[in-house]
Structure formats: structure tokens, C-alpha cells
């Protein structure tokens, strides 16, 4: 198990300051650069994410929902690692994008945000041959307000999901210090923490506390 950052903030300045703080630290494995930073900075947020944390992977959440090779090679020529490309993007997009980060080193997420039912979805590329390296299941905001769908409900579908189909799920969404013992001992790949660690007033000992909780430490 891994723990990503999610740096949705719009402030470049500060998000790359926070970045080489937690690696540093060593308290976190990925370092993302989240679409809202991405939107308020540019691709090169994820060079600069990059020389800051040299020894942990980046990932650009680009969320692409079309021209998907040209969004790949993008974030990689900039030094991403991980790629995300949206679920509910046509199969010709995600193909694309899969290929192009595949053929410059790349590793391709499928985001399942706004994706009504990720397994159906996940069992209808695979069967169209398109399969990432990892898949993103995101209890956006919006989502968990009006549908009132939990964390607990997204630990389970991405367990379901790794089991079914071996493939590394990541998940996302008001992740913090209460939800992280409930994923220990999980074999999720991935989980992606936000605000819990960003927003605290100290980035570094909240990172590492949800690692020990997760029990990666």
C-alpha cells in the first residue's frame, strides 16, 4: 500500500513547498498534482513537483476525457509518472492515451468518477483489450453530498474490483485520520489523501500519522 498526496490547490508556490516537505519527510510515496493546480499552473507544475520530490513518483491528474495521447505525452514530457484519463471518456481516448503513456514510460489510471457502475465499466474495457496499470475510484464531492454514498461503500467496491479483475485500484475521496484504520489490512494499492493532510497545520506529522493508521509505517 502507497499514500498519495492530492495537491488541489491553486497556489503553485505553495503546493510545491508542501510537496518537498512531505518528501523530504519521507511520509509520502506519490506526490499528485491535482487538476485544479494543474488548471491554475500549467503542465509544468509537474516539472517543478518533480524537482522538488526526485525520488517519489508524480502523478497528473489530468482527468482527460479527449485527445488522449496528445494529454499523455504532455504530462510525461513534463516528468509525471502516473496518468489519469477519465472512465467515462470514449474507448478511442482511453486507448490513445494508454498507448502513448505506455510507449513513454508511463502508467495510465482510468478514473472512475461519475462512472455509475465502475465494474461493469472496468469489465467492458478490459474486454475491448484496453487495460490500465492502475484504477481510480473517486467519491467526489458533489457525489458524496447527494447520494450520500460512503468511504466504507468505496473500500469495498475497490476491494471487489482488485479482487475480480486483478488490477491496482487507488481511491480517493475524504479519506482522513477516522476513515484510514478502516483500510488497514486491505489489499488496495493505492489511497489518496487531500485536505486531511494539505489543509492541516502540519502537513508532514498528518501524512505520517495516516501512514502509521494505514499501516504502511
Known amino acids: 500500500m ?32 491535482g487538476t485544479p493546480l494543474i488548471k491554475a499552473a500549467g503542465i509544468f507544475i509537474v516539472s517543478a513537483l518533480k524537482v522538488a520530490c526526485p525520488n517519489v513518483e508524480i502523478m497528473a491528474d489530468l482527468k482527460t476525457m479527449d485527445v488522449g495521447a496528445l494529454e499523455a505525452r504532455l504530462a510525461i514530457n513534463a516528468g509525471a509518472n502516473i496518468i489519469s484519463v477519465l472512465g467515462a471518456a470514449a474507448n478511442e481516448t482511453i486507448s490513445e492515451f ?27 474495457l478490459l474486454s475491448a483489450g484496453l487495460r490500465p496499470d492502475y484504477v481510480g475510484l473517486h467519491l467526489g464531492i458533489d457525489v458524496q453530498r447527494s447520494r450520500g454514498l460512503t468511504v466504507e461503500d468505496l473500500i469495498s467496491e475497490a476491494v471487489n474490483i482488485k479482487n475480480n479483475y486483478g488490477l491496482a485500484v487507488a481511491i480517493a475521496g475524504g479519506i482522513n485520520e477516522e476513515v484510514a484504520p478502516k483500510i488497514r489490512g486491505t489489499n488496495i494499492d493505492v489511497v489518496v489523501v487531500g485536505r486531511a493532510i494539505t489543509q492541516s497545520t502540519d502537513p508532514v506529522a498528518a501524512a505520517k500519522n495516516i501512514r502509521r493508521l494505514l499501516g504502511i509505517d
Open 2 to 33: 502507497k499514500l498519495q498526496v492530492a495537491l488541489d490547490l491553486t497556489e503553485p508556490s505553495v503546493a510545491v513547498d508542501i510537496a518537498r516537505r512531505l518528501c523530504s519527510a519521507g511520509a509520502v510515496d506519490i506526490v499528485e498534482a
Open 98 to 124: 494508454i498507448n502513448e503513456a505506455r510507449r513513454l514510460g508511463g502508467k495510465p489510471l482510468i478514473d472512475m468518477i461519475s462512472v455509475k457502475d465502475p465494474a461493469a465499466r472496468i469489465k467492458e
